[in-house]
């Protein structure tokens, strides 16, 4: 795997083998010396030009678990807010040797700007961009949702037959397009929940099923609900009246909760609005996978960069 | 004294092969073997003798921006593309919006002699959209403005379109509309459908170019104004511009080299070349524009050419600048997408390409084409030869062409512009000659053409 840009681009084959990879460097985080000499010697750039702490700090431990040099690079007060271009920061890091730069940014596409422009030769990581996909977040989830059906068993198994349910600002969200994409590679069935106005046009054309009421689509007993981050300032866009309203009509309450079936998990890539999107009891209850997904969002980086680093990846 | 020019054997748009003599700027005599000692004699064996080309929608963006293009710049892009006549749009720095920047823009054209240079006028003042600019004074001026537009932005408030329209119409001139409802258009930055919900970019959509066209065509027949849409881009406006002239309503439409050819499904790999406002559309937007055009729906094809410096496109894609040029390759990629395809023929291009927009533009010279008396400003086009498109057959400032490294057909190699040349064997004729023989077709008295 030269680079890690979308999920799109990911075959099934090639997703498994990243799940079983970290499964792998899930079993370095149980050891005494949680670390392994696999990227000594590598540099990798977190350049961030998005605040995300959870993100940046999830990719720097995994970095640093594989024995990787670390630089964090955060645009804000940097150079780049004095107008630097993409391009000079890229050339920049080209420069000082990075061998892979894991990139957050506002803008849909950056990564794949930097991956095809030959301003620098490093792998690139797609870590959020814009709009358009977020592929790490989709692969933890994936990773989360098989260790919860498999436990220990979960190498070479794929999602065939999971029922999953996304729920939220599906039109801002480059989670669930990271999701649709590569929860429906791995066999599994994606149903998107949302108001109108936070459904993409054209979202017919995608591989998921499309709902505008919530307990219908929990009614169908999904395995899976994943509920999404609803960004305050949408309410002023019009998307919709109140977050009184949304939390009524799309929230996931102590009511639905209790609705879900048994063994069924809700997700959350966080950070949470408790009390809007989801309540205190959904986001604490055992069904909840937010903890671990924060865990399981190490060994995926780790998989991840070991990947597209190491120069043997993806191609088994 | 002005050169004498003698075409050997070159083929007009209605496919009959002639000679044709230049003297005095104008074409003096049509026919087989033409006897007569010239100054110049090129062979027009395999040539098509096209109109000089003349572009209603071209952004110079002098001044003020003459690290994107300059009037010199422009003029030589538009020459080597054969043109003779441009019309500059108002969106400069300061913005075309009094009789003194018009009248500047439009002497630096002249001074440079590659093509004429008419200047468009901003409708509202700064383009800000609030009050309407010097409109009469431009139109008075030497510059003699008759097309008024804030390409760029469009005049969205209803009121000042009404008021603009009825303004103009006092003055013989036209509103060319950039349609596009800003609201709708927020942080626009592709086409909305299902591909941008794909790659999360947020959605410029067709409503938001159609209901300005809605309103402006009922706003132009409710005032009996003359109206003009811009870079129609499409299906549901090719509809709209339709319906309006079954009705009877005074409107005319372009459409954009890039939108006769190219398709939203470039935007893939994030590549900035293609981002365009308005943005490519679907298979299906391009297939009705290219009908529009053969019926008659669309009027013209105009190259909305947008330089932009380097820094401008290599970068993200929602960092960068909106715009593509376009000069250079219109003839070749109008061939590719509506005359290779059996949609018009070369009478059809000298009509969509030299005549109607000069009519709109109120550009005088243009109306009989290549005929005896008229001005001598065409141009010879090779349509059998392809190459590949590079960076090195531009001749503005600006490389942001989305057909850099493709092949497309046809070369222009030579252009007259009023009786002189400023293309010849494929390539510009130098400044100061050019320059030289715009001085002595002025001092010759033959007048503006």
Redesign the interface.
């Known amino acids: 795997m030269r680079h890690l840009l979308s999920t799109r681009d990911l075959s099934r084959d090639e997703t498994i083998t990243i799940l079983d990879v970290a499964e792998d460097m899930a079993d370095v985080a149980e050891r005494e010396v949680r670390k392994v000499p696999a990227l000594r010697g590598k540099t990798v750039v977190n350049l961030f030009f998005e605040d995300s702490t959870r993100t940046r700090i999830s990719f720097e431990a995994a970095a640093k678990r594989l024995s990787a040099d670390v630089i964090n690079f955060s645009a804000k007060g940097s150079s780049v807010s004095k107008g630097e271009s993409l391009k000079d920061t890229a050339q920049t890091l080209a420069a000082i040797g990075a061998d892979a730069v894991v990139i957050r940014h506002g803008a849909s596409g950056a990564p794949h700007v930097l991956a095809n422009s030959g301003w620098i030769d490093a792998a690139i990581v797609n870590a959020g961009d814009g709009t358009h996909e977020h592929p790490t977040q989709a692969l933890l989830d994936a990773f989360t949702i098989r260790r919860r059906l498999h436990g220990a068993d979960s190498r070479g198994h794929d999602l065939d037959g999971v029922s999953v349910t996304i729920v939220g600002d599906i039109l801002h969200s480059r989670v669930a397009r990271s999701n649709a994409w590569l929860l429906t590679t791995l066999g599994a069935s994606v149903t998107f929940v949302a108001p109108a106005t936070l459904l993409p046009i054209g979202v017919e054309n995608w591989p998921v099923e499309v709902r505008y009421d919530l307990d219908i689509a929990l009614a169908a007993k999904p395995d899976v609900v994943m509920m999404l981050r609803i960004q305050g300032e949408r309410m002023h866009a019009a998307f919709f009246p109140s977050a009184r309203e949304y939390s009524r009509i799309w929230g996931l309450d102590d009511e639905r909760l209790a609705v879900l079936a048994a063994d069924s998990i809700v997700m959350h890539p966080g950070p949470m609005n408790r009390g809007l999107e989801i309540s205190a009891a959904a986001a604490d209850s055992p069904r909840s996978t937010v903890r671990e997904q924060v865990a399981n969002g190490v060994s995926i980086r780790m998989a991840v960069l070991y990947l597209t680093l190491s120069g043997e990846g993806g191609k088994q | 004294m002005t050169e004498t020019i003698l075409v050997r054997a070159v083929t007009l748009v209605d496919g009959t092969s002639t000679d044709i003599l230049v003297r005095d700027s104008r074409i003096a005599e049509l026919g087989r073997a033409i006897f007569a000692s010239a100054d110049r004699l090129i062979d027009g064996a395999g040539l098509i003798a096209l109109p000089g080309l003349v572009d209603l929608h071209t952004h110079l963006r002098e001044p003020g921006f003459e690290q994107s293009e300059t009037i010199f710049s422009g003029s030589r892009a538009a020459a080597i593309g054969g043109f003779t006549a441009v019309h500059a749009m108002a969106n400069t720095s300061p913005v075309a919006d009094t009789a003194g920047v018009v009248e500047q823009v439009m002497s630096l054209g002249d001074r440079h002699g590659y093509v004429t240079v008419r200047p468009i006028g901003a409708v509202t003042r700064g383009l800000e959209g609030q009050q309407l600019s010097e409109i009469g004074a431009m139109a008075n001026s030497r510059a003699q403005v008759r097309v008024f537009s804030d390409d760029g932005k469009c005049v969205s408030d209803a009121l000042l379109m009404r008021r603009a329209l009825e303004y103009v119409k006092t003055f013989g001139g036209v509103i060319a509309q950039h349609a596009q409802e800003p609201r709708l258009t927020e942080g626009a ?1 592709m086409n ?12 410029w ?1 067709a409503v938001a170019e159609e209901a300005i066209i809605a309103r402006d065509v009922l706003l132009a027949q409710h005032v009996g104004a003359r109206l003009h849409v811009c870079h129609l881009s499409t299906a549901g406006s090719v509809e709209v511009v339709r319906w309006a002239k079954a009705r009877g309503i005074d409107v005319t439409a372009e459409v954009t080299p890039h939108h006769l050819l190219l398709t939203e499904q470039l935007a893939v ?4 070349r293609y981002k365009v406002n308005p943005p490519l559309r679907r298979d299906e937007d391009v297939r009705a524009v290219r009908e529009g055009l053969a019926d008659g729906t669309i009027d013209i094809i105009a190259t909305d050419h947008a330089p932009h410096p380097v ?1 401008a496109k ?6 960068a600048a909106f715009g593509m040029v376009g000069l250079e390759s219109a003839l070749s990629v109008v061939q590719a997408s509506v005359v290779d395809t059996g949609l018009l023929d070369w009478a059809d291009i000298a009509r969509v390409f030299s005549k109607t927009p000069a009519a709109i533009g109120q550009l005088a010279g243009y109306a009989q084409g290549i005929a005896v008396g008229a001005p001598a400003s065409f141009t010879l086009y090779d349509p059998s030869v392809s190459r590949v498109f590079e960076a090195t057959q531009l001749r503005g400032k600006g490389v942001n062409s989305p057909y850099l490294s493709t092949t497309l057909p046809g070369r222009i190699m030579a252009t007259f512009h009023r009786g002189y040349a400023t293309v010849l064997d494929g390539e510009l004729v130098d400044a100061e000659t050019v320059a030289a023989a715009a001085r002595a077709h002025d001092q010759a008295g033959v007048g503006r053409g």
């Not at chain 2, 909305?192 to 959605?203: I, K």
């Not at chain 2, 790999?269 to 900035?272: E, F, H, L, P, V």
């Open positions: 930055q909305e459908g299902s591909l941008s919900g794909e790659l999360g970019l947020a959605g959509p790999g994030y590549d900035s820094e290599d970068c993200e894609w929602e960092a």
